[in-house]
């Protein structure tokens, strides 16, 4: 079956930096964009960065966009995140997504907090 398996999520001081990673299995995994979508405490959830099938584009929300960078490695099933200058505000559960046509796929989350 299909998993998604994120990591890289933690403590970590303001200004400071975090990768996160995603690795997929029981895909075809150069078929499907990626994203990273995020939820904090009592808030929705929130699209935070996009990449297509081959890694060519790449969107991000607004708040994200300087700070955050989505790639991926299609020989290595895997997507990151990588997180600069996060700010307090950037607390949440980090999720991955699969997507492909109607097929959609989600991680199970990975906790980043951000606290001096």
């Known amino acids: 079956q299909v998993q998604l398996v994120e990591s890289g999520g933690g403590l970590v001081q303001p200004g400071g930096s975090l990768r996160l990673s995603c690795v997929a299995s029981?895909?075809?995994?150069?078929?499907?964009?990626m994203r990273w979508y995020r939820q904090a405490p009592g808030k929705e959830r929130e699209l935070v960065a996009h990449?297509?099938?081959?890694?060519?584009?790449?969107n991000y929300a607004d708040s994200m966009k300087g700070r955050f960078t989505i790639s991926r490695d299609n020989a290595k099933n895997t997507v990151y995140l990588q997180m600069n200058s996060l700010k307090p505000e950037d607390k949440a559960v980090y999720y991955c997504?699969?997507?492909?046509?109607?097929?959609?796929?989600w991680g199970q989350g990975t906790q980043v907090t951000v606290s001096s």
């Open positions: 997504n699969a997507g492909l046509l109607a097929y959609k796929y």
């Open positions: 990449i297509s099938k081959d890694g060519s584009n790449t």
């Open positions: 029981g895909l075809t995994f150069s078929n499907y964009y």
